[in-house]
């Protein structure tokens, strides 16, 4: 039954929303599908309706949901959803990634990054160099500790963005921080990833304080081509481990 009253905790909103997207995201709503009532959806998340009516809201910002009076609410087109919002993005990398998922973010990286990296070696302020290289010094501080070592890599990337002094540039850069952790996660996965990353980091700060955009630009390329390979090199693994997992499931089945 659901419940009467609104005094569910701060969380329960946000959970529900989170739980409605996972379900939409992995297809069991598809697009087009009409969600159940509210009173429903209050009994089968064991919440109150004002919860439910928060978590809707939460999900019509993000374009994943669309409500018209007496039809009721619909899940939304893929093409209507914000993939760009940072909290369904990291909804939908709660999941595992994709092969297709993870080179659609290695492609918008790549459109963005080297262009940015150019504009931030011709128009960014020592302070801004001195800030990404704090960023690098950290990721050569962590060694071979993959985790030490994501956080000041994505510091180094936001930096650049932030030297851009495009207030866009910027903000995509904020909004695509689940991305880039989910990029770089993968990435560094390969034994001596973060290691190996270094001189390609280090060529890209020091065609930034070179103020020589088009090398700044190259040595992104460069940085992209490397954390491409190493992504692809991931999920391959990942892929083999997973139909180990299921054949040792169907041995054990029979």
Same mark, same amino acid.
């Given at each position: 039954?659901?419940?009467?009253?609104?005094?569910?905790?701060?969380?329960?909103?946000?959970?529900?929303?989170? @739980?409605?997207?996972?379900?939409?995201?992995?297809?069991?709503?598809?697009?087009?599908?009409?969600? $159940?009532?509210?009173? @429903? !959806?209050?009994?089968?998340?064991?919440?109150?309706?004002?919860?439910?009516?928060? %978590?809707?809201?939460?999900?019509?910002?993000?374009?994943?949901?669309?409500?018209?009076?007496?039809?009721?609410?619909?899940?939304?087109? #893929?093409?209507?959803?914000?993939? !760009?919002? @940072?909290?369904?993005?990291?909804?939908?990398?709660?999941? !595992? $990634?994709?092969?297709?998922?993870?080179? +659609?973010?290695?492609? =918008?990286? #790549?459109?963005?990054? $080297?262009?940015?990296?150019?504009?931030?070696?011709?128009?960014?302020?020592?302070?801004?160099?001195?800030? =990404?290289?704090?960023?690098?010094?950290?990721? &050569?501080? %962590?060694?071979?500790?993959?985790?030490?070592?994501?956080?000041?890599?994505? +510091?180094?990337?936001?930096? =650049?963005?932030?030297?851009?002094?495009?207030?866009?540039?910027?903000?995509?850069?904020?909004?695509?921080?689940? /991305?880039?952790?989910?990029?770089?996660?993968?990435?560094?996965?390969?034994?001596?990833? $973060?290691?190996?990353?270094?001189?390609?980091?280090?060529?890209?700060?020091? /065609?930034?304080?070179?103020?020589?955009? &088009?090398?700044?630009?190259?040595?992104?390329?460069?940085?992209?081509?490397?954390? @491409?390979?190493? =992504?692809?090199?991931?999920?391959?693994?990942?892929?083999?481990?997973?139909?180990?997992?299921?054949?040792?499931?169907?041995?054990?089945?029979?």
């Amino acid at each position: 039954m659901a419940k009467a009253d609104s005094n569910d905790s701060p969380q329960s909103s946000t959970q529900v929303a989170r @739980e409605v997207a996972r379900l939409i995201l992995t297809g069991v709503w598809r697009e087009g599908t009409t969600l $159940p009532r509210e009173i @429903e !959806l209050a009994s089968r998340f064991d919440v109150s309706r004002a919860s439910i009516r928060e %978590a809707l809201s939460l999900l019509k910002a993000k374009g994943l949901i669309v409500s018209k009076q007496k039809a009721g609410t619909h899940v939304r087109a #893929r093409i209507d959803w914000n993939m !760009l919002d @940072e909290e369904l993005l990291n909804w939908t990398l709660s999941e !595992l $990634p994709t092969q297709e998922f993870a080179k +659609q973010l290695l492609e =918008i990286r #790549r459109i963005v990054e $080297p262009e940015a990296c150019a504009i931030c070696a011709a128009r960014g302020t020592d302070e801004d160099f001195a800030r =990404i290289e704090r960023a690098y010094r950290g990721m &050569d501080a %962590a060694g071979m500790d993959r985790l030490a070592y994501a956080e000041p890599d994505l +510091q180094f990337h936001r930096g =650049i963005l932030i030297a851009t002094g495009n207030d866009f540039l910027i903000a995509f850069g904020a909004t695509v921080a689940a /991305a880039l952790r989910m990029s770089f996660n993968l990435s560094t996965q390969n034994a001596g990833a $973060p290691r190996k990353s270094l001189p390609y980091h280090r060529a890209v700060l020091d /065609a930034i304080w070179a103020r020589n955009p &088009d090398a700044a630009r190259q040595a992104m390329h460069k940085l992209m081509d490397l954390t @491409e390979q190493n =992504i692809i090199s991931a999920l391959s693994r990942q892929r083999k481990k997973d139909a180990e997992d299921e054949n040792a499931r169907t041995r054990r089945a029979r």
